[in-house]
């Protein structure tokens, strides 16, 4: 089972949609989560932490199930400029980013 | 404010060339620092991180090196560059679990 997993799509979703996404994670030991976005051909840029009591940022809501072992992202009144690739990350040890797992992301399009 | 500086960022190689990919950090002190790699289609693969001068973990077997001559810079090299090597090569520091990246190389090997 791989360690993070995310449907990569693509989501083709029309601007002013909501927009919802999951990741799951194998090692239920998991101690850290994040969400990271990535345009085309730059580098990931964080988007936000994920706590256990969810958190939100604006449009932009995470939320961690422990027990289901995933995360989600959701995205309200979405915008064009929202379109980029969204990583799953996990933290699986000593709370070093070299515990970090990367998913290989979720696709999204806004179309307008 | 910290930043970090990473460069070239596009290069493109011969097989069996050498390699030098520089990544200085500012703004921070003592910070720990990664390189990694994003291959087309695939996730992002840690390939070596650093807690201080001169010490250096590697996560997976392969054709590069990585050093850590001052506190702030990290380098990634190779000897003898493979197709394989091919990739978008991601620096970045971080102080506790958060990763904060570089802007990347593309490195392409021909």
């Known amino acids: 089972r791989k360690e993070v997993e995310q449907d990569p799509g693509p989501f083709n979703v029309p601007e002013g949609a909501t927009v919802a996404f999951n990741c799951t994670y194998s090692?239920?030991?998991?101690?850290?989560f994040f969400w990271y976005r990535q345009d085309c051909r730059k580098e990931p840029k964080l988007l936000m932490s994920?706590?256990?009591s969810g958190n939100e940022d604006g449009r932009f809501t995470a939320q961690l199930n422990r027990a289901s072992q995933y995360i989600s992202l959701l995205i309200r009144d979405s915008k064009l400029s929202d379109s980029a690739t969204y990583l799953c990350v996990v933290g699986n040890s000593g709370g070093g980013a070299d515990g970090l797992t990367f998913g290989k992301g979720t696709h999204l399009i806004i179309q307008p | 404010s910290q930043t970090i500086h990473q460069w070239p960022a596009t290069l493109v190689q011969p097989v069996g060339s050498p390699l030098s990919l520089e990544c200085t950090v500012e703004g921070t002190s003592n910070p720990n620092l990664y390189w990694y790699r994003q291959a087309a289609g695939r996730g992002l693969q840690l390939l070596f991180y650093s807690v201080g001068i001169g010490q250096i973990s590697s996560e997976v077997p392969q054709n590069l090196s990585a050093s850590r001559p001052q506190d702030r810079q990290f380098i990634l090299s190779s000897k003898k560059l493979l197709l394989s090597d091919s990739g978008f090569y991601l620096c970045?520091?971080?102080?506790?679990?958060?990763?904060?990246f570089g802007q990347g190389t593309r490195l392409t090997v021909v």
């Open positions: 970045a520091w971080s102080i506790g679990a958060e990763a904060f």
């Open positions: 090692n239920s030991a998991s101690q850290s």
């Open positions: 994920v706590y256990s």
